[in-house]
């Protein structure tokens, strides 16, 4: 029998070579590496949209099984996928987005991060329909600009929790340049966060969650730990700035990779692809490969990113297609129909980084990674 893919929760057999490959004894070694650098904090791991990519309803068991504390989602139907999935750790919900009956949250266990009165209108409710305690953690705007409670407002928002029976049991707030190091923005933004939560506190609530510290702040930001780690992209075998690389040491977990459908020979003076923006000016040796936009292959990659075949970099020539793209294999001797082509990841002694897709395309490791399709099956290494 063949291999198997998570996507969207749905367990199926896979046909079409093209899959991302993840490596969860690499997310364990990462999860110990961030315990190492931070010790005696609990952990909770990011696995919002999908788990940048890698598959939720893989990576969220993966890393239940190796001891994670809290997973953290941005949706509701993120944090019932996982249930669904048998996870049973704590799993808060980031964005607040439920509506005027959030049952659903009791029903599945889900925490959810606060910032309206609304919401703590419909908590209230929901828990007395079905006799539970209403338990949420309060999201500050500390300077991010996004979603949370003004600083002004905290003390206000935390007595208003109080008279309708909710109880803040964490606190949360987000960096907006934790990745630039230990500014003067970064330290007000933790300023505000420590007098929040002594508002909280004065007004009659005992947080145990206190957490704002990205992966960012996890390397650098000791005074920014609180009680609670919130790493996303380390996780994952990433650090989130490049000055930041020696400090730790990860593992990327995800490879992803596709085969050759098809090779041919084309003389010197030969167009590739849509609009022929590719002409050959050799003869050469063309692999078409199972993959292209509509996978998550940006079409603006085009001509700028090379893949690995047998060990080999292969650049990607012509305009990449919905369902499909080129690569020239002329100096790749024996490139054959079936080969395993990595368009990310390792193969051998080569790897295609993460951050070259992402120089190639305008954009972050974040966005290449959470921009593998649906349609792209998540297996698990062998």
């Not at 009956?101 to 419909?122: G, K, M």
């Not at 893949?307 to 294999?329: E, K, N, Q, W, Y």
């Not at 368009?343 to 790897?351: D, K, P």
Request: charged share 25%; glycine share 12%.
């Amino acid at each position: 029998m063949g291999l198997e893919s998570h996507s969207g929760g749905e367990v199926s057999p896979l046909v079409r070579p093209t899959r991302a490959v993840v490596d969860t004894e690499a997310l364990a070694e990462n999860l110990r590496e961030i315990r190492r650098v931070a010790p005696g904090r609990p952990v909770l791991g990011v696995v919002k949209a999908d788990a940048y990519g890698h598959g939720a309803t893989l990576v969220g068991p993966a890393l239940e099984a190796a001891g994670i504390d809290w997973l953290g989602v941005a949706l509701v139907e993120e944090g019932i996928e996982l249930r669904e999935r048998g996870v049973r750790v704590p799993v808060l919900v980031l964005d607040g987005a439920f509506g005027s009956d959030c049952s659903v949250l009791f029903e599945y266990e889900l925490t959810p991060v606060v910032y309206r009165l609304e919401q703590l209108d419909a908590l209230a409710a929901s828990a007395g329909r079905l006799g539970r305690r209403p338990r949420a953690h309060l999201k500050v705007d500390s300077g991010m600009g996004r979603l949370g409670v003004l600083p002004e407002d905290v003390p206000a928002f935390a007595r208003a929790a109080r008279e309708r029976g909710v109880e803040f049991e964490g606190v949360c707030s987000h960096f907006a340049n934790a990745d630039q190091g230990d500014e003067p923005s970064v330290r007000l933004q933790g300023e505000r966060f420590d007098a929040a939560v002594a508002q909280v506190r004065a007004a009659g609530h005992a947080p145990t969650w206190l957490h704002l510290a990205n992966s960012a702040a996890a390397l650098e930001l000791p005074w920014a730990h609180g009680t609670l780690l919130r790493p996303g992209l380390m996780l994952y075998g990433y650090v989130p700035a490049e000055r930041l690389r020696g400090r730790v040491s990860l593992r990327p977990a995800l490879r992803w990779i596709t085969e050759i459908l098809q090779v041919k020979r084309l003389p010197k003076g030969s167009p590739v692809s849509y609009g022929g923006r590719f002409v050959t000016s050799r003869p050469s040796v063309l692999a078409t490969l199972a993959v292209g936009y509509a996978d998550g292959y940006r079409r603006g990659f085009s001509g700028k990113v090379s893949v690995l075949v047998r060990g080999r970099r292969a650049p990607v020539v012509g305009v990449i297609t919905m369902d499909l793209c080129v690569a020239d294999v002329t100096d790749v001797p024996g490139a054959s129909v079936g080969d395993e082509v990595v368009l990310l990841g390792r193969q051998g002694g080569a790897e295609i980084p993460v951050g070259e897709l992402a120089r190639a395309g305008d954009t972050i490791d974040y966005e290449v990674l959470c921009g593998i399709s649906s349609r792209v099956p998540r297996v698990a290494a062998a």
